[in-house]
């Protein structure tokens, strides 16, 4: 993954990070929405979880690889269950998860090839989010 992204930061927060929080939100109002089953926020999750969405990103940004959102490779996150046999929620949200990770990376990369400070952006970013400058749980 490029190091510059691994060093970005988002008020407190390391952008990947960030990222992975965003996610995780966007997919719990997903579950939410659509199987009306509520899920923890963020804060709440077990430190492994938000790691293996943290590995996640990191995959995405280095491969684009996403589980849910690529047919032909389901194996490579160790699941028994093949791509045609998830549910559409999580198919969608595997396809969520893959744009919004990539979107935000892309809006970063640029900001940086423009000559500009991504900092500005991160921070907007954050704001839009509703993110509060708090430490990352």
């Not at 077990?46 to 943290?54: G, L, R």
């Not at 893959?98 to 990376?105: G, H």
């Not at 500009?116 to 989010?129: K, M, P, V, Y």
Request: aromatic fraction near 8%.
């Amino acid at each position: 993954m490029n190091e510059e992204l691994e060093h970005t930061m988002v008020g407190s927060w390391p952008l990947i990070h960030f990222i992975a929080y965003i996610c995780h939100e966007a997919n719990r109002a997903l579950v939410t929405v659509t199987v009306g089953l509520p899920r923890p926020q963020w804060c709440d999750l077990p430190q492994t979880t938000k790691e293996c969405v943290i590995a996640a990103v990191r995959e995405v940004i280095s491969s684009g690889y996403c589980y849910g959102a690529d047919v032909e490779a389901p194996e490579r996150l160790g699941s028994v269950v093949g791509y045609e046999k998830l549910s559409f929620p999580d198919r969608l949200g595997g396809h969520m998860f893959r744009a919004i990770v990539l979107s935000i990376v892309e809006c970063v990369r640029k900001q940086r090839a423009l000559g500009l400070d991504s900092a500005g952006w991160c921070e907007r970013l954050r704001i839009i989010s509703g993110k509060r400058e708090e430490k990352e749980q």
